[in-house]
């Protein structure tokens, strides 16, 4: 604690990564998203089988023909977890964007507005934190059934609250400050004022929420697919540790392997997420992730 | 409790209760709203789908569903407040008492999971605050890190493959061994056993949000006056950490696990589903296979309600703990 003079400390908080070693953690972390992000494009050319396929070579261990294996309807599982990545990004970054568009929109209209609008915004806000979301999401897509599309609209409706509420303290604490008043005070109006003075300056806030909320969003689709409320017509991670449940006993790369994907590609977001937030604010206001699933 | 409790303002318990009575009012009817604007007949999510078209008239009578919809809301609302849930056909057995056996077994092992998992989380976080950028901090970090990152429901199946499956030591499944007609101590060292892996899991995955949390509470901490006076004063470097700043880092760290209540009941649902425990998460599992609408929905209801109840329990004791707060608004 005390061995870091002042300047050190500055110039750590300057940087905001404390040594190379921490940023090797986030090139790393970079890196493997962006294998992820590969294998979810090029899935066509990398995956060696058709994930549906099925074949008469069922519970084969891992091998040359069959890297990760196959389950047992003999599909093979490296394939399958090529094909998933796409499913997994494809939700995550669509829920955290469309989220993030409605938290912004009502985090800017609440803290810029204040006063009755604020108050009936925040009401709002609080009331769908109540409902844990993973219950909420579970039981809607249970009444609505568990389509990809409903996943995506049940998923983004339990999310924008945390941003919502992210936006409008930063927005609050914004329009205090000098360079607010004095676009104000040169008559620019209130669009003008929240859209290019303040939200440039809240961009880099809801750029690392939203990272953050991909990985979070990416474990509880694969948690409700997990209890059986998938999409059946896509070869999902999630899908694959539901069904690889049942041979727990006699062949564990059936689950392994999607397993190990979700976490790496959720633990690579929260690397590049938690990176941002502290070379934003070395005190980390996201202390607490989002742990849904 | 009661003593901490008196000290509470009256003013703000009572806007604190109406405020929650409120939120459960609009919950149910959220609940009401969601069972009419799902596809298909609501007679089915009242009734459950196995029902046969006598008992569907039945329920349809019971619920008003020829009449307005808002005399619909008013029998729901006033049916679900006298702790009417509805009837499961699965169970044979109102959808409140089905609920009501199956809380003990969810309490057993999210109590045991939050004990284990305040206690290292926090001794963890504060070690980690003590060395900040250290390798001891940045270790305890990337764990926190990946706690936050791999499903709870992954960590189950690796605790069971390697220490159920292969090593032998723990039973796979349930809560005790129905083989065995056992009684007292033997019963305790049966459910016992069943309930280490379960709880590990949940631990596991808990315990990387304290760690987390307390660390940056210590660190915000740490650098208060009151700290350097203590250290000035020569104070051993152990009370300053664990007497002086620890008991004021607590509070948000008490806050923020109290209002994560649900995520720690979702947590609970899923572990349950791996190890076949009896609890409302494995309850939750069977009513969606079996298409028990009442059941679930019922559990929601619950669930949302005990996370409103715990959020007031949690804001009325930092109140108590906390005098500036007593006239305020919460800030979560």
């Known amino acids: 604690m005390n061995q870091e003079t002042f300047e050190q400390r500055a110039r750590r908080n300057l940087i905001g990564w404390p040594s190379f070693k921490g940023r090797r953690t986030m090139l790393v972390a970079v890196v493997l998203l962006a294998l992820f992000a590969f294998a979810a494009v090029f899935a066509e ?7 549906h396929m099925i074949s008469d070579e069922s519970l084969r261990p891992p091998s040359a023909a069959h890297l990760f294996g196959t389950d047992d309807l003999g599909r093979d599982i490296f394939s399958g977890v ?3 990545s796409r499913i997994s990004l494809a939700i995550g970054v669509t829920v955290a964007v469309l989220s993030g568009l409605i938290g912004v929109l009502i985090g800017l209209t609440a803290g810029y507005a204040g006063g009755l609008v604020d108050d009936l915004l925040m009401r709002l806000t609080e009331l769908f934190l109540i409902p844990p979301r993973f219950f909420l999401a579970l039981v809607i897509a249970a009444l609505f059934g568990s389509t990809f599309f409903t996943l995506i609209i049940v998923l983004s409706v339990t999310y924008w609250p945390t941003t919502a509420r992210l936006v ?8 205090e400050r000098s360079f607010v008043e004095a676009a104000r005070a040169m008559g620019a109006s209130p669009a003008r004022i929240l859209l290019r003075t303040i939200l440039p300056n809240a961009l880099p806030i809801i750029i690392t929420n939203v990272v953050l909320m991909v990985g979070g969003v990416i474990l509880v689709e694969a948690a409700l697919e997990f209890i059986g409320l998938g999409d059946s017509n896509y070869i999902s991670w999630g899908y694959m540790l539901h069904n690889g449940e049942h041979f727990i006993r006699d062949a564990w790369w059936v689950i392994f392997f999607p397993a190990l994907a979700v976490s790496l590609l959720v633990l ?7 990176s941002l937030n502290r070379a934003l604010d070395p005190k980390s206001r996201i202390a607490n992730l989002d742990k849904p699933a | 409790m009661i003593s901490i409790l008196s000290r509470v303002s009256g003013w703000f318990l009572i806007r604190r209760l109406i405020q929650s009575l409120i939120l459960i009012l609009i919950l ?20 459950g789908q196995s029902g046969d078209e006598k008992y569907f008239e039945f329920i349809r009578a019971k619920f008003g569903l020829n009449q307005s919809l808002a005399s619909q809301l008013w029998i729901y609302l006033t049916s679900v407040l006298r702790g009417d849930l509805g009837y499961s056909l699965g169970y044979k057995q109102s959808v409140f008492g089905v609920i009501i056996a199956r809380i003990p077994a969810t309490l057993l092992l999210t109590i045991s999971a939050v004990l284990i998992s305040s206690g290292a989380g926090v001794v963890l976080g504060v070690e980690a605050a003590r060395r900040e950028n250290s390798w001891t901090d940045r270790s305890i970090n990337a764990f926190a890190l990946a706690g936050y990152s791999v499903p709870s429901f992954s960590v189950g199946h690796l605790l069971l493959i390697v220490f159920a499956l292969r090593l032998g030591l723990f039973p796979t499944q349930n809560l005790s061994s129905a083989t065995q007609e056992v009684a007292g101590l033997a019963y305790g060292v049966d459910v016992l056993s069943h309930l280490v892996l379960p709880v590990t899991t949940l631990a596991i995955v808990y315990v990387a949000q304290i760690m987390r949390l307390t660390r940056t509470s210590m660190l915000n901490v740490l650098s208060e006056n009151f700290v350097i006076a203590a250290r000035a004063k020569g104070v051993s470097e152990g ?10 880092a607590l509070l948000p760290i008490v806050t923020v696990v109290g209002h994560d209540f649900g995520m720690l009941l979702s947590g609970a649902v899923l572990v349950e589903t791996v190890f076949a425990w009896p609890g409302l998460g494995r309850l939750m599992l069977d009513a969606l296979a079996m298409r028990d609408y009442p059941v679930l929905m019922g559990l929601f209801l619950m669930i949302s309600v005990s996370v409103i109840v715990v959020n007031l329990i949690v804001d009325l004791t930092y109140s108590a703990l906390d005098p500036r707060i007593r006239y305020g608004r919460i800030s979560k």
Do not use: C
């Open chain 1, 82 to 84: 090529v094909y998933g």
């Open chain 1, 45 to 51: 050319q990398i995956a060696a089988h058709d994930p």
């Open chain 1, 168 to 175: 409008r303290a930063e927005v609050m604490s914004l329009k």
């Open chain 1, 268 to 274: 690579a977001l929260n690397t590049v997420g938690d």
């Open chain 2, 28 to 47: 149910i009817l959220v609940n009401f709203l969601l069972i009419h604007l799902a596809p298909g007949d609501p007679v089915h999510l009242l009734a």
């Open chain 2, 239 to 248: 009370r300053v950490l664990y007497g002086h700043a620890l008991r004021n």
